[in-house]
């Protein structure tokens, strides 16, 4: 295992507060464009109440996420130097927003369907107990699916590998990293209910509406991906052996010249002003002395 010193969750976030900030900054953008088209639509096809409909949002905005898993990652991996906000969000949306767009689908479809599905069980086990098992079933479908959308992003911002092994690899640690996954949900279902108890707890309705806007748009983002990529990164760091890579990167092996030798082990020299087309011995095989300097 790598072993390297990482300051605390708070001090990490804090030292990088101006990256973070300007990261929830360049998502919001997207994230109010995008809300405000969606529910525009829902208003003028009078879907603003249905959940599957403003929940079109998500695809819609989810590839931007790329950029955010970037700057959080990059954060957790600084060491303590300086990360670029908009350097690394513009590196993670180039180089990952195809793959967000997938998982920007497949995630608004698993969180309808795990939605309407733990609804409609809960109201049949209510009236009859045997529900309870799907009830249950679904449950842990969801987590499972959850657990997975919390390593996906930072597996695909971090490793290039074939979309099946993201896949793969997501699932692996949703199961292998079971108890960090939970303190994940935790932490992250605490920084959104500490944002909205503040905003619930303000004299005015007014003012309410505020501090949900300002925490939505400007600490919820990375916030919530912090908590997902400062637990599980050193994960994925240590099973992918990353240091180790980034090390080997740094000092690349040079390829070695190999110097033609005779039968006896003595080096051959190449006379430029001999006859090309003559044959010689090299290594127990028979080539003209014109191809010598290609072996």
């Known amino acids: 295992m790598i072993n390297h010193k990482k300051d605390g969750f708070f001090k990490l976030y804090f030292l990088n507060f101006k990256t973070m900030f300007l990261g929830n900054v360049f998502f919001s953008v997207p994230l109010i464009i995008c809300g405000g088209i969606v529910y525009g639509i829902s208003l003028f096809i009078r879907q603003s109440e249905n959940l599957w409909f403003?929940?079109?949002i998500i695809p819609l905005v989810y590839p931007f996420f790329?950029?955010?898993?970037?700057?959080?990652?990059?954060?957790?991996?600084?060491?303590?130097?300086?990360?670029?906000?908009?350097?690394?969000?513009r590196k993670g949306l180039k180089n990952n927003y195809k793959y967000f767009i997938l998982y920007g689908i497949l995630l608004y479809l698993a969180f309808i369907i795990s939605y309407y599905s733990l609804i409609f069980y809960y109201r049949m086990a209510v009236a009859e107990k045997l529900f309870y098992i799907p009830l249950f079933v679904a449950v842990i479908i969801t987590l499972?699916?959850?657990?997975?959308?919390?390593?996906?992003?930072?597996?695909?911002?971090?490793?290039?590998?074939?979309?099946?092994?993201?896949?793969k690899n997501a699932a692996l640690m949703a199961i292998g990293e079971l108890p960090m996954n939970l303190y994940v949900l935790v932490t992250t279902c605490m920084?959104?209910?500490?944002?909205?108890?503040?905003?619930?707890?303000?004299?005015?309705?007014?003012?309410?509406?505020?501090?949900?806007?300002?925490?939505?748009?400007?600490?919820?983002?990375?916030?919530?991906?912090?908590?997902?990529?400062?637990?599980l990164y050193p994960k994925i760091e240590d099973v992918f052996a990353l240091a180790e890579r980034e090390k080997n990167q740094n000092f690349p092996i040079k390829p070695v010249a190999v110097v033609p030798t005779d039968d006896?082990?003595?080096?051959?020299?190449?006379?430029?002003?001999?006859?090309?087309?003559?044959?010689?011995?090299?290594?127990?095989?028979?080539?003209?002395?014109?191809?010598?300097?290609?072996h």
């Not at 499972?144 to 896949?167: A, G, K, Q």
Request: proline share 3%.
């Open 66 to 89: 790329s950029g955010v898993t970037q700057i959080t990652k990059d954060v957790v991996n600084s060491r303590q130097k300086s990360v670029s906000a908009w350097q690394s969000f």
């Open 191 to 231: 920084l959104i209910s500490a944002c909205f108890t503040v905003s619930v707890m303000t004299p005015y309705a007014v003012t309410g509406f505020i501090v949900i806007g300002v925490t939505l748009f400007l600490v919820l983002p990375t916030g919530i991906s912090y908590c997902s990529v400062y637990r």
């Open 144 to 167: 499972f699916v959850i657990f997975m959308s919390f390593s996906l992003p930072i597996l695909t911002v971090t490793l290039n590998l074939e979309l099946r092994h993201y896949f």
């Open 264 to 294: 006896d082990g003595n080096p051959i020299s190449v006379d430029n002003n001999s006859n090309s087309d003559d044959y010689v011995f090299v290594n127990g095989m028979m080539i003209k002395k014109s191809q010598i300097n290609h």
């Open 54 to 56: 403003l929940g079109l």
